[in-house]
């Protein structure tokens, strides 16, 4: 198990190493905070910032070598005015506006509910994208796949693609 947890470890070095030598676009990293009275007033809700991350398929990777598994995300833009299509459509909208008002830059991928993944034992026994199988950390290739490949493999084609993406991407 040791081992599976250090090469799991290695392959999310060399990740970030490649990922920051090439300076691929990376996304932010945000905590969504509910609405809150404070004195009375009533605060909207908001995302706060946690970071930056790459986001390679079902994984998000910061600069730091910490892994989540991908959660929701969302473009910082201004409310605008509720459209009352569905309510699918206003929970976006409120997100959109909750990531505006955590003043990222208008237009921003924020990136939010993501889990963090623990690179230790615990990995032989997770349920999420990222398992041990003996001493191979896995992948869950999507989030709707059962199916598993090797986490060095994953990473290096999540990160080709992102550092060359292809044409008119």
Known sequence: ????????????TDAVARLSDAGARDEA????????????????PRME?????WRLGTLLVARDGAVFATGALTRALPPGRPAYQSLSAEE???????????????????????TPILLDETLANASGPLVLRGDEPMVHWSAAS????????????????????????
């Open 1 to 12: 198990m040791d081992a599976g947890v250090e090469r799991a470890r290695q392959a999310v």
């Open 29 to 44: 990293l945000a905590r969504y905070v509910s609405d809150r009275r404070t004195l009375g007033i009533r605060r909207a």
């Open 49 to 53: 910032s946690i970071g930056r991350v």
């Open 92 to 114: 976006r909208r409120d997100y959109r506006a909750a990531a505006h008002r955590g003043r990222f830059a208008e237009g921003e991928a924020v990136n939010f509910d993501a």
């Open 146 to 169: 059962d199916a598993l490949v090797p986490l060095a493999d994953y990473l290096r084609d999540r990160v080709d693609l992102l550092v060359h993406p292809p044409q008119g991407a």
